[in-house]
Nanobody, 126 residues
């Protein structure tokens, strides 16, 4: 059974940093592109970043470009999101998800992802 478990969320002041982790199990992690999404209550899920199977290609939402960095370690079945220069508007529940590469490059579309974690909450205070 595929499982994704996020960790690393918490409360941080604006301008601070957090590093989110996502541990995968129950599927062949190295064969999947991975993405991070975030969601605020009452709003649609928003794409944050994605990374291809071996890390050769990364994509970012404009709102986080230059501040967030996605990475992965296939030996540890894990994907990470380093978040720097955090802003209040980054407050959300962050979830990782697995995307089968045969679907193409629609990484920003949440319906294309096969597996999802439960999410970890990030709160940025001013």
């Amino acid at each position: 059974q595929a499982q994704l478990v996020e960790s690393g969320g918490g409360l941080v002041q604006a301008g601070g940093s957090l590093r989110l982790s996502c541990a995968a199990s129950g599927f062949t992690f190295s064969r999947y592109d991975m993405g991070w999404f975030r969601q605020v209550a009452g709003k649609e899920r928003e794409f944050v970043a994605s990374i291809t199977t071996s890390g050769e290609t990364t994509t970012y939402a404009d709102s986080v470009k230059g501040r967030f960095t996605i990475s992965r370690d296939n030996a540890k079945n894990s994907v990470y999101l380093q978040m720097n220069s955090l802003k209040r508007e980054d407050t959300a529940v962050y979830s990782c998800a697995a995307y089968y590469p045969a679907y193409g490059s629609s990484w920003a579309n949440p319906i294309m992802y096969d597996y999802w974690g439960q999410g970890t909450r990030v709160t940025v205070s001013s």
